[in-house]
């Protein structure tokens, strides 16, 4: 509000603009419209709309405002005070006074003993409608007069306002034409229901409003928003279609669809109406040539970003990035994207944008499971790396979230959160790709390391230390096991979705030593529900899927599954056990 004489916005001389019916806020909303502005028709947005320039196109709100409040609106808003209704009158000194309040009304007034606005702010509408001889008619007229009086007190002289609004101006004008057949096509997309539902949900290149949002605001269903849409999109189209060849807003449509290509960051495109005179992309003028030069439309997850085939764009991203293991050349990819139509100015930003690092001249996916993650690590990286080097690569975030499904699926409510670094140790210790060569530093198998081999591979920490540690157990990846008197060595298992999947895991070398598995050989143990077959890979026991022991023993997720082997006759024994019951020959937790 310059010169502090008017209220800035539409609410502070009628708050409750919501609940008004949406024809009078929709009428309004044209009003308050800057030029290349949309109307404020969603809701909360006509209460924080500047008010008109000038004292004419005020009253005009004002007269909607009443010509609006129904008997449904005046019950709508019975709860609230005077002075909530009309902000202005705050504070106001003075009361109703002719001319501008009716004779009729100043006579009920002085009944009821409120001269003074004062008197009459405090009072809700509920309690004005009661008066004898007052309707919604009566306070409607009251709602009037306070307006009045609130532009009156404001902004005593008539005639234009001045407000602190910053209009969208460019360097150099936009030829006359241009903005002229901008305008003249807007007002030929239909009715003020029509337009609004174009300007909202075709035109914007930022945030889209829900059409559900849109169609609640303007008290229509959601097809009719559709057919709505459609007429809109076709009607413009034919305008802009049944233009000359040589109109100049031919010429600035080629030259927007030439400097942004098939994306392009909004801040560009500015960049592109800036060189034509056009106001920024906030000008729904400018929106509208956009449109008509793609239709270009938000990239999902990607702000600030549009393009003309976002679907497309994104696909074709992603799959360039996948190729070749996930670790490309940035030439190549550069030059692949240049092939979908993304100009060179912007293709580097554009996988910048992507869940992606650069190592040298070497684009890295940072995106899937962990170990896929850090196998394009190492590739990219060419040495071995530590677990925290590799964990680095897919911590953007919080370091104690689950990495994959699996470590989603280990935790259970109330346990502690683990480190990523931790989780991201455990799943390379049962992928046979990788091999550790010291203890917290690993490359890629394949290229033919010496294994870091420890007797006393207990891995502590890993372990889930509420354990008492005066019994002798082991853990490797959520396995644990133990002996008895009888020389039965137990593996507990903790079952969750992967395992139930037919997933394989680690199991602790002690394990494998006590039972005889040498390194490149395997042994199976036959059980009741079937055999379990253990192996060796020179770095790392595993076990075989468990999946049809689990489902016949009648495991879910959640349960612990208990195998015991015996090394003499290569029996297995399978208890289940819940969670809330206690495997043997290890401590309840």
């Known amino acids: ?5 008017v209220p800035a916005v539409v609410g502070d001389i009628f708050r409750p603009c919501d609940a008004l019916p949406a024809d009078t806020r929709l009428a309004i909303a044209r009003v308050v419209a800057a ?5 404020a028709v969603l809701h909360g947005e006509l209460a924080a709309a500047p008010l008109p320039t000038s004292r004419f196109s005020a009253d005009q709100v004002v007269a909607r405002i009443i010509s609006g409040c129904s008997r449904r609106v005046i019950a709508t808003i019975a709860e609230l005070r005077l002075d909530q209704v009309v902000p202005a009158l705050a504070g106001m000194d003075g009361g109703p006074a002719a001319p501008a309040c009716p004779a009729r009304l100043l006579g009920l007034l002085d009944q009821q003993g409120c001269r003074h606005w004062s008197d009459l702010g405090p009072l809700q509408i509920a309690a004005l409608s009661s008066w004898r001889g007052a309707g919604s008619a009566t306070v409607a007229s009251l709602l009037g007069v306070a307006m009045d009086v609130a532009l009156d007190v404001l902004c005593p002289q008539p005639g234009d306002i001045e407000l602190d609004r910053a209009p969208v101006s460019a360097s150099d004008p936009a030829p006359p034409a241009v903005l002229a057949s901008l305008d003249q096509i ?5 009715d003020d229901r029509c337009r609004v539902t174009f300007e909202l949900l075709d035109l914007p290149l930022t945030q889209i409003p829900s059409a559900i949002l849109v169609a609640g605001s303007l008290d ?4 009719q928003i559709r057919r709505l849409r459609s007429r809109g999109r076709a009607r413009a189209r034919a305008a802009f279609d049944a233009l000359p ?5 031919r010429g600035a449509r080629a030259t927007v669809r030439e400097g942004l290509g098939a994306a392009a960051p909004v801040g560009a495109l500015d960049a592109v109406l800036a060189g034509l005179g056009l106001p920024s992309h906030l000008d729904t003028r400018s929106q509208l040539l956009v449109h008509l030069a793609g239709p270009y439309r938000p990239v999902k997850g990607h ?4 393009a003309t085939d976002a679907r497309a764009l994104t696909t074709a991203t992603d799959s360039l990035l996948g190729e070749d293991g996930g670790v490309r050349p940035i030439d190549q990819v550069l030059k692949e994207l240049d092939m979908v139509g993304l100009h060179a100015g912007y293709a580097e930003a554009w996988i910048l944008d992507q869940p992606v690092r650069l190592v ?4 890295v996916l940072t995106a899937g499971a962990a170990v896929v993650v850090a196998e394009r690590a190492l590739n990219a990286m060419g040495s071995s790396m530590t677990i925290d080097e590799l964990a680095a690569w897919i911590v953007p975030i919080n370091a104690t979230e689950p990495i994959n499904a699996t470590e989603k699926n280990r935790r259970r409510p109330g346990d502690p959160r683990v480190p990523v670094s931790d989780q991201m140790r455990r799943s390379l210790i049962a992928d046979r790709r990788f091999r550790r060569v010291a203890p917290e530093t690993w490359e890629l198998a394949e290229w033919g390391g010496t294994p870091y081999l420890d007797d006393d591979d207990t891995h502590d920490d890993l372990a889930t230390h509420d354990y008492d540690d005066t019994h002798d157990d082991d853990m490797n990846d959520g396995h644990r096991c133990s002996a008895d008197s009888e020389g039965i060595w137990r593996l507990a298992i903790e079952i969750t979705a992967e395992v139930l999947a037919g997933a394989t895991g680690a199991v602790p070398h002690r394990l494998a030593k006590a039972l005889g598995l040498e390194p490149d050989k395997q042994l199976t143990f036959a059980g009741r529900y079937g055999p379990v077959m253990l192996t060796h890979d020179m770095t790392q026991p595993l076990r075989g899927s468990v999946r ?3 489902l016949a023993a009648g495991c879910v997720i959640g349960d612990t599954l208990v195998l015991g082997f015996c090394p003499s006759g290569r029996e297995l024994i399978v208890e289940r056990h819940p969670p809330d019951g206690r495997p043997f020959g290890f401590p309840s937790t």
């Open 303 to 306: 702000r600030g970003w549009m």
């Open 220 to 223: 229509i269903s959601g097809e």
């Open 35 to 39: 030029p290349g502005s949309r109307p």
């Open 186 to 190: 807007l007002g030929g997309v239909g």
């Open 360 to 363: 040298a001249d070497l684009v």
């Open 548 to 550: 049809p022991i689990a």
């Open 1 to 5: 509000m310059a010169s502090g004489c």
């Open 245 to 249: 060849e040589d109109h100049p807003l």
